[in-house]
């Protein structure tokens, strides 16, 4: 009886430890994810981490490289792939990887993000689903031509929106001479 009770005891002393260990260890590797100094070696060790909250941290390093980004642009967590677009270090290439994503959410993201590319906002602009475009069409990024193609979009919200941020755009352009004719007249 007591060998039965020492093996248990044993069991879940070695449990707990493990338990301990493993906290420890994800603790590190989403500190390490985080941190600005995180080297090469360490980028891709975590890239393949099994805890997406680790991966999602280090999507959102901004010391990130290119070839680190693109690698979790593919990476088959949606918060991971998000965490990729909204970060200020990704670039076209990944950006482009990102618009043509299979999950609608993280296109939405993309189309509403800041700092998106142009060219990745074409490819969303063509995307078949009327909310993406929508969220291209009030994106403040969205060049002139590209609105005006969305004005013919057979989606009837896309076609108002994009008339709504082209006459925004005249708005301000407009504002801006006037300003500065102001300025000319001053001086």
Known sequence: MQNKLSKSLLILALLVSSTVFAADSFESSYRLARSPLIMPNEIKALVKHPSDDVREALAQNRKLKSAALLMLAADPSERVRIAVA?????????????AVDINKSVKSVVARFEYVPVEALAVLAQDKSAEIRLEVARNLNTSVSLLKTLLSDSDPEVQAIAAHSLERMENEANSADSIKQDQNYLE
């Open 86 to 98: 909204t970060n200020l270090s990704t670039d076209t290439k990944t950006f482009m990887t990102l």
